[in-house]
C-alpha cells in the first residue's frame, strides 16, 4: 500500500514521485529563488559599447557572415583597416574571436539594430 501524506490539510500519494505540500509563503520564496535563477537580463542601450560609424557598418557585415577580406573590399578600406575594426570590437565586447562575437550579439539580442 502506498504511503500518505498529509501536509497543510492536502493530500498526496508516494509512488515513486516525490509530492510536496508547502504553505503559500514558502512557495513564494521558492519561486522567488527560481526566478532569480531563470532571469535573462535583456540589454539595454547602456550594455552596448559606444561604436563608431566603421566599427558598426564592419559589425553588420561580420554578422551577415562576410569574411575580413570582403568586409574590407565592401567597406573600401584595407584587410589591415578591417582587421583593427575587428580586433577593436572584440575588445569591446570581450570576445577573443569572431565566432565568439557573432555569438555574442545573438546572445545579447542586439544583432537586430547594430
Request: with cysteine; glycine share 4%.
Amino acid at each position: 500500500m502506498a504511503k500518505r501524506n498529509v501536509v497543510d490539510g492536502l493530500s498526496a500519494v508516494n509512488q515513486n514521485l516525490e509530492i510536496c505540500f508547502v504553505s503559500s509563503d514558502q512557495l513564494k520564496d521558492c519561486l522567488s529563488m527560481g526566478y532569480q535563477h531563470l532571469m535573462v537580463k535583456i540589454p539595454t542601450i547602456s550594455d552596448i559599447p559606444k561604436l563608431s560609424k566603421q566599427e558598426r557598418l564592419c559589425f553588420r557585415l561580420l554578422l551577415k557572415g562576410l569574411v575580413t577580406k570582403s568586409i574590407g573590399y565592401h567597406l573600401s578600406i584595407s584587410d589591415s583597416r578591417a582587421r583593427a575594426l575587428l580586433l577593436s570590437l572584440r575588445k569591446k565586447f570581450t570576445c577573443t574571436n569572431n565566432s565568439e562575437l557573432v555569438a555574442k550579439a545573438y546572445a545579447m539580442g542586439i544583432h537586430t539594430f547594430i
